[in-house]
């Protein structure tokens, strides 16, 4: 059989284990999701539930809700299930009994790892490590991730200041009361738009949204503009270099101004697409010209793939559309990893960076198996197809409704599309979920595509029909 | 059967499960353990690394090494193992094939919860729920927890500031740039000794060890002395009051100071008993006078039980032994919870706490069941009488050698001991650890002794005997 026909056999299967369509019985939320929102709110705040799920019936691309609503799955919990609903490979590690200890007896890993972390470790994570990364730390979630890439990256600037890893008696003493030099003045440089988490630290970092960051005390770090480009970036391209440009010439005097005022950006940090802040783009350009500007200036470059990480935009990592051999001196990842963490650079290693979880070894024999099932069933490729094809259609869309959609845009199916004002994105996103097809927003009026890696060609066509519906009638 | 040969029954039956005593084959760690940790170190570091672990083989209060070392655990995980080693009632919740789809689909819990999530809670966290707290929230980690706990504080105190929670524009644009009044200048006060976490927030209120805070960025927060208690607390209760009355003094002075310096005090956080810092106590007068004067002030009180909470102190809570009816606003948790999060009083409620995971609900799962095997074998009292056990040990071989040994100490099986000094200390360590005995330290010279809730006394009899010895070896 020729590689169409395979093709055509493994889709066949995965319909068979799948559902063939939506199918909608009540409204969303449905009264059973009602009457349970309503028991939960007696126990915490219920303000961002949607509906309540019936995790057992789901399957691939189709989350099923407690009134038996089943939806095609365009969002995938906030972009973090990688293969779909119970993928029969991942039941698979759940029924070996060799696994059940991994879940029973979770270790300190930091101090008492089990015998095959080291196996486990060069299974999952480091058979997909980036270009110049061979170490590996764990974390239990994606903040947590860039929080200990952060004082990974302090650690290292001040090492580096000192010429050596021993803290003076001042260094010791002082940092028992939080004050410089022990706890040192040190900054990350981050993006306007960008989204790194909300823990204090990492909170510092993202200014994607008010709600996130509102009545939190912060740092006085240095927050430069990330580009606003025009789309399709290369129809653009003088105007767009232009952006970069001024961009990255603030960056520098931003780097220049807070070693000035005696805070200097010890990192900068950045996503390879900007997420939550609204699927921003910045071209391999930018990302190679702002690395020779951390180069440059002594500062540790973090690129942040927790939502870009883990193959949506068809490369296993985002920034391997930079083509570069030297990327980042580390990178941190989460949600569809399944477990939270981050590789980097021999140089940034540092011993002090410990907790008592470090991460869940269960979580990595999962990573495991859906690194298994990204082979063995060419998931990257398979992105890559219905990426086309996704974009492809909202082109054809945003031609179609000029006044209602712009800006399409995205790699492999980690796509979006702005919409003309927030209330009509709003009423958009509700009515597609009227009629099966889950998605989500981000940024101030866009719709973001996180469809799971198992989102094939067939169910891009499914989406796009539902959704030109929806837009007819919004126009 | 009465009660007494009840207990002796099920004593029985756990001897049977479990092994009868530790059987040490090599030096610890021994060649395999060296091996892996080689290994290992190829991926990230491996400075603190003890030894590996074949979990499978682990039983009840016995952890067993990759080199067929099988020793008695006296710290389990860093006080992270409630009820032993492979449980039969956890593997229980593994096999329920109803319980699979939790593990292998991790939903976005704030967004789209499981149909049975409100249920687990009831039936696992609400439970337990301290006194004067019926909500409660999941996080992945310790850390997370606090730093989120922090974050409620901060709204809470913010709009009761506003006397309303809506923000001004101001707030709304300040807050983007990391500047107050978006960002306020507030500030939580802890104790030198304190540990809440390492995330950058945690660690501003952390003050246990130098090495937790170097290099890493701090916010200038006020700090408190914990008392000094000598021990044990009822022979000293007069030198002791004085101390705690200075301390208390300390802490209304320094809430006038940062209120006065412009960064007022929106929550005071502390331990039940300061756990790695040395496992250093305060008398329930002290913590009540403290809560007074958190009310009195208008600052939050949150209680930390990440290391003290899920029964080892005898009660479930550490600050049960206060008893208030009305300890505190926040108290968080995690290790033996085996799930993270915190309590908190209905005004501290914020929509603004968010995350993907929210925590995890296959945790909750083995919590539920957790508390069923508490209950079910009366844990709480075994571990009551364990320690009194313990603690009676302690006091004996303190008398015996009275230039090695000073102030033991405890609730419940939650004990420690000062060593003379900290390179005796750290001997102890090994050569107990040697003989099959594996203990923790804390603070500059403490051992702390933290065992599962099935630590019984012939278990602690096993342990004194183990010590003893250790101890002539070091007289």
Same mark, same amino acid.
């Given at each position: 059989?020729?590689?169409?026909?395979? $093709?055509?056999?493994?889709? &066949?299967?995965?319909?068979?284990?799948?559902?063939?369509?939506?199918?909608?019985?009540?409204?969303?939320?449905?009264?059973?999701?009602?009457?349970?929102?309503?028991?939960?709110?007696?126990?915490?705040?219920?303000?961002?539930?949607?509906?309540?799920?019936?995790?057992?019936?789901?399957?691939?691309?189709?989350?099923?809700?407690?009134?038996?609503?089943?939806?095609?799955?365009? !969002?995938?919990?906030?972009?973090?299930?990688?293969?779909?609903?119970?993928?029969?490979?991942?039941? &698979?590690?759940?029924?070996?009994?060799?696994?059940?200890?991994?879940?029973?007896?979770?270790?300190?890993?930091?101090?008492?790892?089990?015998?095959?972390?080291?196996?486990?470790?060069?299974?999952?994570?480091?058979?997909?490590?980036?270009?110049?990364?061979?170490?590996?730390?764990?974390?239990?979630?994606? $903040?947590?991730?860039?929080?200990?890439?952060?004082?990974?990256?302090?650690?290292?600037? %001040?090492?580096?200041?000192?010429?050596?890893? *021993?803290?003076?008696?001042?260094?010791?003493? $002082?940092?028992?009361?939080?004050?410089?030099?022990?706890?040192?003045?040190? $900054?990350?440089?981050?993006?306007?738009?960008?989204?790194?988490?909300?823990?204090?630290?990492? @909170?510092?970092?993202?200014?994607?949204?008010?709600?996130?960051?509102?009545?939190?005390?912060?740092?006085?770090?240095?927050?430069?503009?990330?580009?606003?480009?025009?789309?399709?970036?290369?129809?653009?391209?003088?105007?767009?270099?232009?952006?970069?440009?001024?961009?990255?010439?603030?960056?520098?005097?931003?780097?220049?101004?807070?070693?000035?005022?005696?805070?200097?950006?010890?990192?900068?940090?950045?996503?390879?697409?900007? +997420?939550?802040?609204?699927?921003?783009?910045?071209?391999?350009?930018?990302?190679?010209? @702002?690395?020779?500007? +951390?180069?440059?200036?002594?500062?540790?470059?973090?690129?942040?793939?927790?939502?870009?990480?883990?193959?949506?935009?068809?490369?296993?990592?985002?920034?391997?559309?930079?083509?570069?051999?030297?990327?980042?001196?580390?990178?941190?990842?989460?949600? &569809?990893?399944?477990?939270?963490?981050? !590789?980097?650079?021999?140089?940034?290693?540092? !011993?002090?960076?410990?907790?008592?979880?470090?991460?869940?070894?269960?979580?990595?024999?999962?990573?495991?198996?859906?690194?298994?099932?990204?082979?063995?069933?060419?998931?990257?490729?398979?992105?890559? %197809?219905?990426?086309?094809?996704?974009?492809?259609?909202? !082109?054809?869309?945003?031609?179609?409704?000029?006044?209602?959609?712009?800006?399409?845009?995205?790699?492999?199916?980690?796509?979006?599309?702005?919409?003309?004002?927030?209330?009509?994105?709003?009423?958009?996103?509700?009515?597609?979920?009227?009629?099966?097809?889950?998605?989500?927003?981000?940024?101030?009026?866009? *719709?973001?595509? %996180?469809?799971? @890696?198992?989102?094939?060609?067939?169910?891009?066509?499914?989406?796009?029909?539902?959704?030109?519906?929806?837009?007819?009638?919004?126009?």
């Amino acid at each position: 059989p020729d590689r169409e026909e395979l $093709s055509k056999a493994a889709a &066949k299967t995965q319909m068979e284990f799948e559902y063939d369509g939506p199918s909608m019985k009540t409204e969303v939320p449905g009264p059973r999701s009602k009457e349970l929102t309503k028991q939960l709110g007696e126990i915490q705040n219920v303000g961002a539930i949607n509906f309540f799920c019936n995790y057992e019936e789901s399957r691939g691309n189709y989350l099923v809700d407690v009134d038996g609503n089943r939806m095609l799955d365009v !969002y995938t919990q906030i972009s973090s299930i990688p293969i779909g609903y119970n993928h029969p490979s991942l039941i &698979k590690v759940m029924s070996n009994p060799n696994n059940m200890s991994a879940f029973v007896n979770r270790p300190a890993l930091g101090i008492m790892p089990p015998e095959n972390f080291p196996e486990k470790l060069a299974e999952s994570l480091l058979s997909v490590a980036p270009s110049g990364m061979s170490r590996v730390q764990t974390m239990a979630c994606g $903040s947590c991730s860039n929080e200990n890439a952060y004082k990974a990256m302090f650690i290292w600037y %001040r090492n580096k200041e000192r010429g050596h890893n *021993i803290p003076s008696d001042e260094d010791v003493s $002082s940092c028992m009361i939080n004050q410089s030099p022990g706890c040192p003045d040190f $900054s990350i440089l981050s993006f306007m738009g960008g989204f790194h988490g909300r823990t204090m630290g990492c @909170l510092a970092t993202t200014h994607s949204k008010a709600i996130h960051k509102l009545d939190v005390p912060s740092f006085d770090w240095p927050i430069a503009p990330f580009p606003k480009l025009k789309y399709p970036l290369e129809e653009f391209t003088r105007e767009n270099a232009q952006e970069e440009a001024r961009c990255l010439e603030e960056v520098e005097d931003l780097i220049v101004q807070w070693r000035q005022k005696g805070r200097p950006v010890a990192g900068i940090v950045i996503e390879p697409i900007q +997420a939550e802040g609204g699927d921003n783009h910045a071209t391999p350009d930018f990302f190679k010209k @702002l690395r020779n500007i +951390a180069h440059k200036h002594g500062s540790a470059f973090h690129v942040d793939e927790v939502q870009t990480g883990g193959g949506a935009t068809g490369k296993f990592w985002a920034h391997e559309h930079w083509g570069m051999d030297d990327p980042a001196d580390i990178v941190s990842f989460s949600k &569809k990893m399944l477990t939270g963490g981050f !590789y980097h650079k021999d140089e940034l290693q540092a !011993y002090r960076i410990f907790n008592t979880w470090m991460g869940d070894p269960s979580k990595n024999l999962f990573l495991a198996e859906v690194l298994n099932v990204i082979r063995r069933e060419n998931l990257l490729e398979e992105v890559t %197809r219905s990426g086309k094809t996704l974009l492809q259609g909202l !082109y054809q869309l945003q031609d179609q409704y000029p006044n209602l959609l712009s800006s399409a845009r995205g790699q492999g199916t980690f796509c979006a599309i702005d919409i003309r004002d927030d209330a009509t994105r709003n009423s958009i996103l509700l009515k597609a979920r009227d009629k099966g097809v889950l998605l989500g927003g981000c940024g101030d009026r866009s *719709i973001r595509f %996180r469809p799971a @890696l198992v989102f094939k060609e067939y169910h891009v066509h499914m989406f796009l029909n539902v959704f030109s519906d929806v837009l007819a009638e919004h126009n």
